[in-house]
C-alpha cells in the first residue's frame, strides 16, 4: 500500500468535502509538530477535532466517516495506483519550492509522467489560447512551441482545444518536453479527441492536476487550474486570444506571480485578437518571433544562477567561519547551519556536531530555542525539521 498516495488522497478528500481546508490540515500538522501528512492520516480521529474546526465541519466528518468514499479508500488507492497517478504534497521534497512561496497553491498535487519536469533547474514557458485559433493563430503557436523545445525548454499548457493541443504538438513533435495541466482528475481525458495526445504526454511529459482522480472536467475548475499552469512556468507566452478569453486569467495569475507575460500581436480587426490587444495596451510584453522569450529568459535564468551561486559563496563564507573563527557565529548563522543540515534528514545532537564542526554548547543552545519556538521537534533522540510559515 502506497502510504503517503492514501494520505494525499486522503486529505484531498478532506478539503473536496469541505470537512477542512488546505490550510488547516497544515495548521494541525504544524501545531502538532508531525513530520509529514502521514501522521496526520494516522491521528486523523484526534486531530479533526471541534478545536480546529467548525460544528459545521463536524457535522460533515461525521457523516463522511460512514460513506463509501471513506470506508473503500484502500479500493481508491489501488485504483489510482494502478492508472500510474502518484502524489506528492507540500512538506513532500519534490513538491516545487517555487510554488510553497505563492499563496493559494494546493496542499497536494497528482501527477503521471515523469515528474523531474517540475524542477528547479529546468526552465518552463507556458503557451496558451484560444479553443478556436485562426490559422495565423495555428502557425504562430507551432513556430513558438517548436523553437523554443529545441532550445530545452519545456512547454506548459492545458490539454484543451485549439492553441494548447498545438503547443503540446508542436514541441512532442521536435522532441521536445511537454506538461499539461489539467481541469479534471488525471484518469480521466479531455476533450476525449486529446486521448492519443494524453497517452503521449504520460509517457514522454508529464501530466499534473489538484483534482481528485474520478473527477469530471466543469467550467468552475478551469479559471483554478489557470493558476497553475503559470506558477509552474518562467513566463507567460499568449499566442492568441479573444476579449473574453477564460487565457486572461493566466494571465492575470501570472501578473500577480510576478511572471512575466507575452502577447503576439495581430490584425486589430479581428475577433481572436482582441485579448492579445488589451494584454498588449496593459503592458504585455510583445512578442514577435521566439527569440524575444528565449533572450528573456537567458536573462533570467542568469540571475537565478547568480543568486544561486551567491547562496553557495554564503555559505562556504559560513563554513570558513566555523572552522577559524567560531567565536563570531551569530545566533542566525548557527540556525542556518542547522536549518540546512536537517533539512536533508533528521540527526542527533552528536551527529549534527560531528556534521558541522559547531561547539557543543552551541548547538544545544540554538536546538532548545528552535524546539520552543516549533520550527524542530525531538524523536527518537533525533531532532526533525517541522514546516515553517
Known amino acids: 500500500m502506497d502510504e503517503r498516495l492514501r494520505t494525499d488522497l486522503f486529505c484531498s478528500l478532506l478539503m473536496a468535502n469541505r470537512i477542512m481546508t488546505g490550510k488547516q490540515i497544515l495548521k494541525a500538522v504544524t501545531e502538532e509538530k508531525l513530520g509529514s501528512l502521514g501522521e496526520f492520516w494516522h491521528r486523523r480521529d484526534e486531530l479533526i477535532s471541534s478545536d480546529r474546526i467548525t460544528s459545521a465541519q463536524m457535522e460533515k466528518w461525521s457523516h463522511f466517516k460512514e460513506s463509501p468514499a471513506y470506508l473503500r479508500i484502500e479500493e481508491y488507492v489501488e485504483y489510482v495506483s494502478k492508472r500510474k497517478i502518484c502524489s506528492m504534497n507540500r512538506l513532500d521534497d519534490e513538491y516545487p519550492e517555487y510554488m510553497s512561496h505563492l499563496t493559494n497553491?494546493?496542499?497536494v498535487l497528482f501527477y503521471k509522467g515523469d515528474i523531474?519536469?517540475?524542477d528547479k533547474g529546468k526552465t518552463r514557458v507556458c503557451i496558451v489560447g484560444t479553443r478556436r485559433p485562426s490559422a495565423y493563430g495555428r502557425r504562430?503557436?507551432?513556430d513558438f512551441s517548436g523553437t523554443l523545445s529545441k532550445h530545452d525548454l519545456v512547454i506548459v499548457s492545458g490539454l484543451a482545444r485549439g492553441v494548447d493541443t498545438c503547443a503540446h504538438e508542436a514541441c512532442l513533435a521536435n522532441h521536445g518536453k511537454t506538461i499539461a495541466v489539467m481541469p479534471c482528475g488525471l484518469d480521466k481525458i479531455y476533450p476525449q479527441e486529446n486521448h492519443e495526445l494524453y497517452n503521449r504526454i504520460a509517457e514522454e511529459g508529464l501530466l499534473i492536476s489538484e483534482l481528485l482522480p474520478g473527477t469530471e472536467p466543469i467550467r468552475q475548475y478551469f479559471p483554478a487550474r489557470n493558476r497553475i499552469l503559470s506558477a509552474i512556468s518562467d513566463c507567460v507566452l499568449i499566442t492568441e486570444a479573444g476579449k473574453n478569453s477564460g487565457t486572461l486569467h493566466t494571465a492575470s495569475f501570472a501578473a500577480t506571480q510576478g511572471r512575466e507575460v507575452f502577447a503576439v500581436p495581430s490584425i486589430i480587426y479581428s475577433d481572436t485578437a482582441q485579448g492579445n490587444l488589451s494584454l498588449l495596451k496593459d503592458g504585455?510584453?510583445?512578442?514577435?518571433?521566439?527569440?524575444?522569450?528565449?533572450?528573456y529568459l537567458a536573462k533570467a535564468v542568469f540571475f537565478r544562477e547568480l543568486e544561486e551561486i551567491k547562496d553557495e559563496y554564503d555559505r562556504r563564507k559560513l563554513d570558513k567561519?566555523?572552522?577559524?573563527?567560531?567565536?563570531?557565529?551569530?545566533?542566525?548563522?548557527?540556525?542556518?547551519i542547522l536549518y540546512d543540515l536537517l533539512s536533508s534528514c533528521e540527526m542527533s545532537v552528536e551527529e549534527i556536531i560531528?556534521?558541522?564542526?559547531?561547539?557543543?554548547?552551541?548547538v544545544v543552545s540554538e536546538l532548545?530555542?528552535?524546539?520552543?519556538?516549533g520550527q524542530i521537534t525531538k524523536e527518537r533522540q533525533k531532532y526533525v525539521l517541522t514546516i515553517r510559515f
Open 368 to 373: 532548545g530555542k528552535m524546539e520552543l519556538q
Open 116 to 118: 523531474s519536469l517540475l
Open 140 to 142: 504562430v503557436t507551432r
Open 284 to 295: 504585455a510584453s510583445v512578442a514577435t518571433e521566439p527569440e524575444d522569450v528565449l533572450t
Open 321 to 336: 567561519k566555523v572552522r577559524e573563527t567560531p567565536e563570531l557565529l551569530t545566533s542566525e548563522d548557527v540556525r542556518r
Open 354 to 362: 560531528e556534521e558541522s564542526g559547531l561547539p557543543y554548547r552551541t
Open 105 to 107: 497553491m494546493p496542499l
